[in-house]
């Protein structure tokens, strides 16, 4: 399985940005997750959403502020991220739970105060 992701970018505090995973080379994927990591920090979930969309999970500290969502159509897994602030700068990742766990190369998110 591949994972591609994208939207990451610079942002001003309070602003928007949609993140995007596009899985490709298993017809078998389960749960995705959003997962980032700040420099000197350890990588954290931020966001998890099970095959079907019906549950979703998020990290206390994105709650209210990020959605997940997923198009299986498109073998695709989104994050918006709304009223964003600097603690949020990190990379993410997206990874999918299929045979095994695959991890995307990460898109870096900058939010500048």
């Known amino acids: 399985v591949q994972l591609v992701e994208s939207g990451g970018g610079l942002v001003q505090a309070g602003g928007s940005l949609r993140l995007s995973c596009v899985a490709s080379g298993s017809s078998f994927i389960s749960a995705m997750s959003w997962y980032r990591q700040a420099p000197g920090k350890e990588r954290e979930l931020v966001a998890t959403i099970s095959s079907a969309g019906g549950n979703r999970n998020y990290a206390d500290s994105v709650k209210g502020r990020f959605t997940i969502s997923r198009d299986n159509a498109k073998n695709t897994v989104y994050l918006q991220m709304n009223s964003l602030k600097s603690e949020d700068t990190a990379v993410y990742y997206c990874?999918?739970?299929?045979?095994?766990?695959?991890w995307g190369q990460g898109t870096q998110v900058t939010v500048s105060s």
């Open positions: 990874k999918a739970r299929g045979y095994s766990n695959y």
